[in-house]
Structures are given as structure tokens and as C-alpha cells.
């Protein structure tokens, strides 16, 4: 064995090794977000639109009605009994029920946009195929474009989550079970720079942050084209600040607690709010106004703002540096208080 | 208590009029202590004594309410980080990482000393070769002991502290633990633990304080301490119907007299003396004899004397 060097080398592999040991934590740092991405990929991924299923009434025009309907690309025509026909409409099973005519009738709920939608379609299929001719010619473009589809939403979303919870879990885990063991205690104990075990335990979490990233942002390449339009530098700079930041909000949670317990009880405090409000998984704009600033103050929140600027648009370090500000702010204000009321018994 | 008369260079760790409360008792209660270089030194006492309390205000992790310490010459407000370079310490009850070996675990404590030992060279010296690439969650506890031993060594110290060092452990591991103790010392260090076991008192320490409520009520070596008791034998007897505690003063040789269960408790002088007396005091009170036995005295008869209660009841 070579002789051990400074210290803060040693502790920063010590944590790093106890961390590789641990398959839990391994697997929730990297598989789990893969996972989320396969799944929630998957469930969203692209495919033609879907045709909206309705009815029609059987009797001697149904099947002229049905041929007519077939033709709009938007609807899935087939004929029910009357009875049959009005139970499928209540249950949801159909959109639209049609009674072919003259006149043709269309029952509908109003307010379900998928039976308006069906109706209008209903209704132009069937007069395109009595004969009616359209005064002024269209023609349709049709974009999807890439950086607007829900998986392009999703990956940077889930990239800023993995970091927040990297970033609590680990430094508040390994602090308070530290403690909890009386384990700072006895390297109070000893010459050892308490600054160099804060730091430590810093640095071991960042040393997996690039596998992370390139993990999750590879992987979202790879399976859904999920590109990195701007700067590789700068989402690299983003992450590590976020990783920062969240390591300050680990050291809080774990600066006074002394059982694993309570660690995580404060851990979930933290972080469930965000997981909901800070639009991992859908737009944080869908909450009311009222709410936006003090959501939008959240340092998740900030995080993929800035991680979907990089990744999905492409903006330069000028766009985001209102978020990378309110990032640095939460990452400071922790640590200050952190260090201030840390315990280390 | 005695004070030593030797100079303050001789002197390894002092402390006088020693307080701390904690919410509702008083754990310290005005103790002094003076541990010579190169003696091995023991805080006996039951669990509760206030020797944890004590030894960590030593090792400079509590404050105490009062008094002063001064540890190598120097006090902790004036040279607290080396200081720390010059102890070993063993706390109670630290848990070292489960995850990590034997191995790294000391690489890790000696990279904190700035002239520290080869870690190899302690794990031989611990008897731990063939645990060195196991990992901390999978040793027994006398190997769990060891190693946090050896990681108190691993600075090369010349003052170990150990709190309770052989707590919970069995008698094999408890031997091989005061074999290292006894090593450390043989090589000069001075080394001052804590232990509610009068026989790890008596067999390791130079000097032994009692410690009880707090202070330090006796003070000397293990074989001073007994002899004060002026009994060197104990007698215990058990007898139906039971004996008044006048008859059994009256037996020659009886020194003290004390209640230990349903029994009698007998410090005695020459058990040649006393014994057939006592046989024959029984005979005489027309009581039926039910045990008896004797042994030689020890710091828990001291303790018992001094206190009324014993080393580890409670």
C-alpha cells in the first residue's frame, strides 16, 4: 500500500468508494432516470394521430354513412344499434353517435372537445360525399419539429431532478448516518480539517456527475433524438452549479439531524414540492399566476428552465443567467446556514 | 487524593476542580486527576460515574462547565489542533463504515496525522493481516475493537485515550486487547482508559481512580487500593434462619460487614481465623448453614465498601 496523501484525497475516495458500494444508491443515481425516460419515452412517444371512434345507427343508409365517414382521416366509423349506440356514447367508448339522414343527426356531449372535434369532421365527410363543393382550395404543412415533443420536455426535466436528488440524498444520507454512528464525532477526534470532510463529501458527489449527465442525456440521444442544441460547455456549467446547490441543501437537511429517519423526512419535504411544481414532468406553467413567482423562485424550478434552454433551444450563458442566479443564491444561502448550525455530534 | 510530587514535564494530563450538568444532573462534580507519562492509568467506576463524561472533556470534545485541563502541557483553547496530532483516541461507541475494508479504514485515519504510521505496519502489529480487504460491516467485535484501536494507534500517538475499550467483548478479545495496551505502554506511551471491570482495572492499570457521583473517591494502585481495605479476604455466607448482624461482628477477624442479597458479605483478614470462627458461631445460633464461599479481595469489594453498592449493579 503507498503511503496515504492528503486527506482530502483520502476522504473524497473513502466517500466515493462507499457510495460505489452501496447498489441502492447506484441504481437510484443511474438506472432509475433511465428507467422514467423508457417508460414516459414510451408512453408519449410519436405515432400517427389517433382516429376518434363514433357510431352510427344501423338502418339502410349505415353503410353509405360509414364509407363517407371512413374518408376523414380523424374518425373510426362503425355501425351500433340505437340502443347499443347511446350506451357507447355515455360510457365514453364512442365520441359521436350519427343517425344518417336527410337530415343527419349527431349526438355529442358539447363539452368533450374530442366529440366537438368528431363532429365537425362527421359533419364534413358527410357533406363532401352528398356532392358539396369547397369554394376555396387548402392545402396543409404539417411540422413536427424536434425540441418541441414531450420526450425533448421530459429528459432535460428528469436530468434536473437526478441532480437534485443525487445532490440531497447522498450528502444528507452520508452526514446524518455519520453522525448518527457517532462516526464525526471520532474524526473530530483526530487532526482532521473539518472543512476537508465537508469538502470531501462535495467532491465525491461531483466525481459522478459527468456519468450521470452523459448517461441521461446519451442515453435520451441515442433512443428518442433527444439533441443537445447549444453549448456543451454551458450545460456542464449549469449542472455543476445545480449539483452545488443541491449538495448546500443536503448539507442543511443533514446539518443537525441524527437519525436516518429524520434526514429523510426533511429530504422529501424539501425536494416533493419541486418534484411537482418545478415542471419535471409537465410545464409549470399550468398552475395559476398567482403561484408562478414563488415557483418560479425555486432553484428546481431554475435548474430546467436552464436545462431546456441549453438543450432544447440552444441559448447562450446571457439567457439563462437570471436562473443560474436565483441556482447560485438557493447553493449559498444553504451552505452559510449549514455551516453555521452544523453539528458534528 | 494524592498529589504527585514528581515536576510538570512528568505530568501527561491534569485537571482540577473538573464540573459539567447536563439538563438535569451533574455528570462532573469538581474532579481532579494528575496521569503520569508512561503510566497506564484507570477511571473505575459503575456505568453512569460520569467517566465518559470526564474522559471526553480530556480529549477535548466536551467543555466542561468549570475547572481547568491541561493535556502534554498545553490546553485545547491554545493548541487544540496539535494537540490532536500527538493523541490517539477510542471513543465508546463508533461505528466505523460498514462498506469500507479494514485497509482503507486506517489508510484513511493515518492520512489526518502529519507523521503518521505505515498503516500496514499497525494491522500487523493488531493481529488484523488476514482481515485487512474485509470490509468493517463483516468483523466481530473483538475485530471491530481492534480496529478502532488501531486507528487511535495509527497517528503514533503518545497519549491514548480509550473509553471503555473492552466493552461487550469476549474474554479471548479482551486479552488480546490488553496485550496491545500493555505494548503501547511498554514502548513508553502513556495510556489512560475507563472500564467498569475491576479486573481490567487491576490487571492493566498502573494506577487506578475510583470514580463515583461524579469525583474521585479513591486513588492509588490496584494493590494499594485493596490493602486499604484491611481485609484481604471476603467471606460470603447465607444462613437459615439468618444471623443478626450483631452476632456476626462479633466473629474474630471481621472487618466489615455488609448485605449482598440475601446474603452476608464478610471482609476478613486471615481466612484461617475467621472461617472456623464463623463455622462455629453459626453452629452455636442453631441457623443451618446454606452457602459459603470466599475469595480474595478486589476493587469491587473496595467499591462496595466505599459506596454500598456494587460495580455494576445498576
Given at each position: 500500500m503507498s503511503k496515504p496523501t492528503s486527506p482530502l484525497w483520502e476522504l473524497t475516495v473513502c466517500r466515493t468508494k462507499e457510495f460505489l458500494r452501496e447498489p441502492e444508491a447506484v441504481f437510484w443515481v443511474f438506472m432509475f432516470p433511465l428507467v422514467l425516460a423508457v417508460a414516459l419515452g414510451f408512453a408519449f412517444r410519436e405515432k400517427p394521430p389517433d382516429r376518434t371512434p363514433v357510431g352510427v345507427v344501423a338502418g339502410p343508409a349505415a353503410g353509405d354513412a360509414v364509407a363517407a365517414l371512413q374518408r376523414s382521416l380523424l374518425l373510426q366509423p362503425r355501425v351500433l344499434a340505437e340502443a347499443e349506440g347511446r350506451e357507447a356514447l355515455r360510457t365514453g367508448k364512442i365520441s359521436l353517435l350519427v343517425v344518417p339522414g336527410p337530415p343527419a343527426v349527431f349526438h355529442f356531449d358539447e363539452t368533450r372537445p374530442d366529440s366537438r372535434i368528431a363532429r365537425l369532421a362527421a359533419e364534413d365527410a358527410l357533406q363532401r360525399a352528398a356532392g358539396r363543393r369547397d369554394p376555396i382550395p387548402v392545402r396543409e404543412e404539417l411540422v413536427t419539429e424536434k425540441g418541441a415533443r414531450y420526450i425533448d420536455f421530459l429528459i432535460p426535466g428528469l436530468l434536473g431532478m437526478n441532480l437534485m436528488g443525487t445532490g440531497v440524498w447522498s450528502i444528507a444520507f452520508s452526514v446524518t448516518t455519520a453522525r448518527n454512528k457517532k462516526l464525526l464525532k471520532r474524526l473530530l477526534a483526530?487532526?482532521?480539517?473539518k472543512s476537508d470532510y465537508l469538502l470531501a463529501q462535495m467532491l465525491s458527489r461531483l466525481s459522478f456527475l459527468v456519468l450521470e449527465i452523459v448517461f441521461l442525456v446519451g442515453f435520451g440521444w441515442i433512443a428518442f433524438g433527444v439533441a443537445v442544441r447549444g453549448s456543451f460547455v454551458l450545460l456542464l456549467a449549469i449542472c455543476l452549479l445545480s449539483a452545488l446547490c443541491f449538495c448546500g441543501m443536503g448539507l442543511l437537511i443533514a446539518?443537525?439531524?441524527?437519525t436516518i429517519e429524520g434526514a429523510s423526512g426533511l429530504a422529501n419535504l424539501v425536494m416533493m414540492p419541486m418534484w411537482l411544481l418545478s415542471g419535471v414532468f409537465f410545464s409549470s406553467e399550468r398552475f395559476p399566476n398567482a403561484v408562478q413567482p414563488f415557483i418560479r423562485a425555486l432553484p428546481l424550478t431554475a435548474v430546467n428552465e436552464a436545462l431546456r434552454a441549453v438543450?432544447?433551444?440552444?441559448?447562450?450563458?446571457t439567457a439563462v443567467a437570471p436562473q443560474l442566479a436565483i441556482v447560485a443564491a438557493w447553493g449559498l444561502l444553504s451552505f452559510v446556514v449549514a455551516l453555521k448550525i452544523f453539528r458534528w455530534r | 487524593m494524592q498529589t504527585p510530587s514528581s515536576s510538570a514535564a512528568e505530568i501527561a494530563v491534569t485537571c482540577r476542580g473538573l464540573v459539567k450538568r447536563y439538563a438535569d444532573v451533574v455528570a462532573v462534580n469538581g474532579l481532579d486527576l494528575a496521569v503520569r507519562r508512561g503510566e497506564c492509568f484507570g477511571l473505575l467506576g459503575p456505568n453512569g460515574a460520569g467517566k465518559t463524561t470526564t474522559i471526553e472533556i480530556l480529549e477535548g470534545l466536551t467543555l466542561p462547565d468549570a475547572g481547568e485541563v491541561e493535556v502534554l502541557g498545553t490546553t485545547w483553547a491554545q493548541d487544540g489542533r496539535r494537540l490532536r496530532e500527538r493523541l490517539g483516541i477510542s471513543l465508546q461507541e463508533t461505528q466505523l463504515t460498514d462498506k469500507l475494508t479494514v485497509a482503507e479504514t486506517l489508510r484513511l485515519f493515518a492520512s489526518f496525522y502529519e507523521k503518521g504510521r505505515d498503516p500496514e505496519e499497525v494491522i500487523a502489529k493488531l493481529a488484523l493481516e488476514e482481515k485487512r480487504k474485509a470490509r468493517v460491516g463483516k468483523l466481530s467485535g473483538g475485530q471491530k475493537q481492534r480496529l478502532a484501536v488501531a486507528c487511535a494507534l495509527v497517528g503514533d500517538p503518545e497519549l491514548l485515550f480509550l473509553d471503555e475499550?473492552?466493552?461487550?467483548?469476549d474474554p479471548q478479545s479482551r486479552i488480546q486487547l490488553w496485550d496491545l495496551v500493555m505494548g503501547f505502554r511498554a514502548q513508553g506511551g502513556t495510556v489512560l482508559l475507563t472500564t467498569h471491570y475491576m479486573d481490567e482495572a487491576e490487571r492493566l492499570c498502573d494506577r487506578v481512580a475510583i470514580v463515583d457521583h461524579g469525583q474521585v473517591i479513591a486513588l492509588g494502585t490496584p494493590r494499594e487500593l485493596i490493602d486499604?481495605?484491611?481485609?484481604a479476604n471476603v467471606i460470603e455466607l447465607g444462613c437459615e434462619p439468618d444471623l443478626p448482624e450483631a452476632v456476626l461482628r462479633?466473629?474474630?477477624?471481621?472487618?466489615e460487614l455488609r448485605r449482598y442479597g440475601p446474603n452476608w458479605r464478610l471482609a476478613v483478614g486471615a481466612l484461617t481465623e475467621s472461617v472456623p470462627a464463623l463455622l462455629a458461631t453459626v453452629e452455636r445460633s442453631g441457623s443451618r448453614l446454606l452457602s459459603l464461599s470466599t475469595h480474595r479481595a478486589t476493587l469491587e469489594d473496595l467499591f462496595v465498601s466505599l459506596t454500598g453498592r456494587a460495580l455494576r449493579e445498576d
Open positions: 483526530t487532526p482532521m480539517r446539518s443537525r439531524v441524527t438543450i432544447n433551444e440552444a441559448k447562450p450563458l | 475499550p473492552t466493552t461487550g467483548l486499604s481495605l484491611h481485609a462479633s466473629v474474630p477477624g471481621v472487618a
